[in-house]
């Protein structure tokens, strides 16, 4: 009986209009640590930029969560139980900086929007068959990205446009010349590189002493 109970008052949070059960102002919408918690995205007002949905009991995004909110320019899922979303969620979010996936289940990510300036991906489950070597490469605009504290056994493709890159607390035991660099030339330089995080992984950076020529700084790891 009581969870009969439990389960009815979920459903009507579920369905009260989203800015009774979260706070709806000029163009952010906050629905952090909703009591009961969310298990599902609301559906949001039109002109939604900023949408915070921090510590939540969310499990899936599917297609049609951000189906035509183009003026979106970020979301903030961290802190969830996320394990799946599927392929197109983001991809047509146009305007889309920052998203923020921190601290869910997630093994696998779907394709992003080109115009992700950061996305914040820690501490969640991500291996190397779930997220593409090229899944980051089209990211033209992208400066800031966090994989750190997943189940990665390799370095995806990096944009030039990074400046900082976490890829700390993974499974990382190798890398080439051509990983962060273009191979042993000392003609190409990363300008905009100013931190790559490798440390807490199997990899020991003195080994590839040629893969860091073109970065104004080492990286943090290990050099025994």
Do not use: W
């Not at 939604?48 to 189906?67: H, L, V």
């Not at 035509?68 to 979010?93: C, P, V, W, Y």
């Not at 992700?116 to 990211?139: C, D, E, H, P, S």
């Amino acid at each position: 009986m009581l969870q009969d109970s439990e389960s009815e008052v979920a459903t009507n949070v579920e369905d009260m209009p989203t800015c009774l059960l979260c706070v709806c102002l000029s163009g952010s919408v906050y629905c952090e640590e909703v009591s009961p918690e969310m298990s599902i995205v609301p559906a949001l007002p039109r002109e939604t930029a900023y949408f915070y949905a921090r510590f939540n009991k969310i499990t899936k995004i599917s297609n049609k969560d951000f189906a035509d909110m183009a003026t979106l320019r970020r979301i903030d899922l961290s802190g969830n139980q996320i394990t799946d979303i599927e392929d197109a969620a983001f991809s047509k979010l146009t305007n889309l900086e920052e998203l923020n996936l921190a601290e869910n289940r997630l093994t696998r990510l779907p394709i992003l929007p080109n115009k992700l300036i950061t996305f914040n991906g820690n501490f969640n489950r991500l291996t190397t068959q779930g997220v593409k070597a090229t899944a980051f490469k089209k990211l033209t605009k992208l400066a800031y990205l966090y994989l750190g504290n997943n189940e990665l056994t390799a370095v995806p493709q990096l944009p030039e446009s990074l400046q900082v890159v976490h890829l700390n607390n993974n499974r990382i035991r190798t890398i080439t010349d051509q990983t962060i660099c273009k191979g042993n030339t000392s003609f190409y330089i990363r300008p905009n590189m100013d931190q790559v995080r490798l440390d807490g992984n199997p990899i020991v950076l003195s080994n590839y002493p040629d893969s860091f020529i073109c970065l104004r700084a080492l990286p943090i790891g290990s050099y025994k």
